[in-house]
Nanobody
Framework: QVQLVESGGGLVQAGGSLRLSCAASGRTFSSYTMNWFRQASGKEREFVAAISWSGGRTYYADSVKGRFTISRDNAKNTVYLQMNTLKPEDTGVYYC????????????????WGQGTLVTVSS
């Protein structure tokens, strides 16, 4: 069982940066691949980034590659998403997710979700 709590969302102007955090409870955090997904209003939830259990492998959606960086600190049971050069189309609720498989881009395969944190990028 893993419980996830996201934080760090907010309102930012286009071109700005935000850093999201996802704190996990449970002793098995380090055994999971951790993902970030996002969901814009009226759209389906989509994959953003994934990081393997060790942090040695990462995988990104093409839309965020080169702008976003996913990282994790297993000692703190926390995964991060550094978002730079934000665009209005990055607006949405961002969710972290714990998954066994790396990478897993299908949100229907996710085992555990956080409650989400809202990111709004103004133009």
């Amino acid at each position: 069982q893993v419980q996830l709590v996201e934080s760090g969302g907010g309102l930012v102007q286009a071109g700005g940066s935000l850093r999201l955090s996802c704190a996990a409870s449970g002793r098995t955090f380090s055994s999971y691949t951790m993902n970030w997904f996002r969901q814009a209003s009226g759209k389906e939830r989509e994959f953003v980034a994934a990081i393997s259990w060790s942090g040695g492998r990462t995988y990104y959606a093409d839309s965020v590659k080169g702008r976003f960086t996913i990282s994790r600190d297993n000692a703190k049971n926390t995964v991060y998403l550094q978002m730079n050069t934000l665009k209005p189309e990055d607006t949405g609720v961002y969710y972290c997710a714990a998954i066994v498989r790396f990478p897993e881009t299908n949100p229907n395969k996710v085992g555990y979700w956080g409650q989400g944190t809202l990111v709004t990028v103004s133009s």
